[in-house]
């Protein structure tokens, strides 16, 4: 399957910073990315969808002033953690889905980042 | 809303012993499910699919039957190897591949020699 890869893999950082996670489709053109968040022991919960070139659809309860994304490229998202507090420390993960013809792929899943706040 | 709901684990076999892991899921449409696996260090694997009732998604010796009746799609193995150690989520989508997931809270499997 196609491969997505996730930048980096693990941050540490401390409290009222900044921390921006790319999200790459290294063999396919990803018209839409998922960003998910993951809580030890916890279901996958999805934050937002981003499709190219336009913003992005945040889900109900995620504040889209402190999870930027931007998906200015059929290839890269990202997703800028601001003002970060210890909360906001969880494992984030990205997918990415495209066009396989007329068709749409699966989501295909990166390996995730590990982001501690301290 | 939907919802998919996933056996506790972890879960601990031996090599060669059957496997079931069962989910169940509420959804108000008719949403296609999923069986995603992540191994350590790696993203989420899509295992196999079902998308309509009586559908069996199948794939490297796991199966798991799309069953309405009892809104069930429990994955099974008949004999597990040290390398299916590893995470496994169940999933559904009620809209299509290109919208969103929900995911169970994942079951770790881990299969001794």
């Known amino acids: 399957g196609a491969v997505v890869s996730q930048h980096p893999s693990r941050v540490i950082c401390k409290s009222g910073t900044s921390v921006k996670i790319e999200c790459r489709s290294l063999?396919?053109?990803?018209?839409?990315m998922f960003w998910y968040r993951q809580f030890p022991k916890q279901s996958l919960m999805l934050m937002a969808t981003?499709?190219?070139?336009?913003?992005?659809?945040?889900e109900q309860g995620v504040e889209k002033d402190k999870f930027l994304i931007n998906h200015a490229s059929l290839t890269l998202s990202t997703l800028t953690v601001t003002s970060a507090h210890p909360e906001d420390s969880s494992f984030y993960i990205c997918?990415?889905?495209?066009?396989?013809?007329?068709?749409?792929?699966?989501?295909?899943f990166g390996p995730g980042t590990r982001l501690t706040v301290l | 809303g939907d919802s998919v709901t996933q056996m506790e684990g972890p879960v601990t076999l031996s090599e060669e012993a059957f496997l079931t892991i069962n989910c169940t899921y509420t959804?108000?449409?008719?949403?296609?499910l999923f069986w995603y696996v992540q191994y350590p260090g790696e993203g989420l694997q899509l295992l196999l699919k079902?998308?309509?009732?009586?559908d069996k998604g199948s794939n490297k010796g796991f199966e798991a039957t799309y069953r309405k009746e009892t809104t069930s799609f429990h994955l099974e193995k008949g004999s597990v190897q040290v390398s299916d150690s590893a995470v496994y989520f169940c999933a559904l989508s009620d809209r299509g591949r290109d919208d969103k997931i929900i995911f169970g809270k994942g079951t770790r499997l881990h299969i001794l020699p």
């Open positions: 981003s499709n190219e070139g336009s913003k992005a659809t945040y």
């Open positions: 079902a998308t309509k009732a009586d």
């Open positions: 063999d396919f053109q990803a018209t839409t």
């Open positions: 997918s990415a889905s495209g066009l396989a013809g007329v068709e749409v792929t699966e989501q295909f």
């Open positions: 959804a108000t449409g008719y949403p296609s």
